[in-house]
């Protein structure tokens, strides 16, 4: 790969992967410092973050059956934990005896607007 391209492009290449990498881990960091800090979440769409977590999972399970890039595998598998831990944050989780095993709640403040 070295020899067959410009160098300029090899090095380009190299830089812009590792900015991309950095920004990720950054926006990573300030997502969990912003879910740390609050105590309720007005306003936050409990469908929204339950269809983040299906997604990040299902982009995961993609790129490890396309044969990607373990840097690409390794940095989206970072967000599932986090999507996790988010999703316990801004609900009750309750164990059931039946599929699906467990039940999202809201909490009391969480009253979504009614259209």
């Known amino acids: 790969m070295l020899f067959d391209n410009n160098l ?8 812009l992967s ?3 990498s950095v920004f990720q881990l950054l926006a990573v960091k300030n997502e969990i410092h912003f879910w740390k800090n609050i ?7 409990i469908r ?10 299902v982009i995961v399970l993609y790129l490890v059956d396309s044969g990607a890039s373990k840097l690409v595998i390794i940095m989206q598998l970072i967000n599932v ?6 999703l316990g944050k801004a609900t009750k ?5 039946q599929f699906p095993y467990f ?3 809201n909490y009391s ?3 979504p607007e009614i259209q």
């Open 81 to 86: 934990p986090v999507c996790i831990w988010k």
């Open 109 to 111: 403040w969480y009253r």
């Open 18 to 20: 590792v900015l991309e």
């Open 8 to 15: 300029y492009l090899v090095g380009l290449t190299v830089i």
């Open 39 to 45: 105590e309720q979440h007005p306003g936050i769409s």
């Open 93 to 97: 989780v309750e164990r059931q005896q």
């Open 48 to 57: 929204s973050l339950t269809t983040q977590l299906l997604f990040t999972v």
């Open 103 to 105: 039940k999202l709640t």
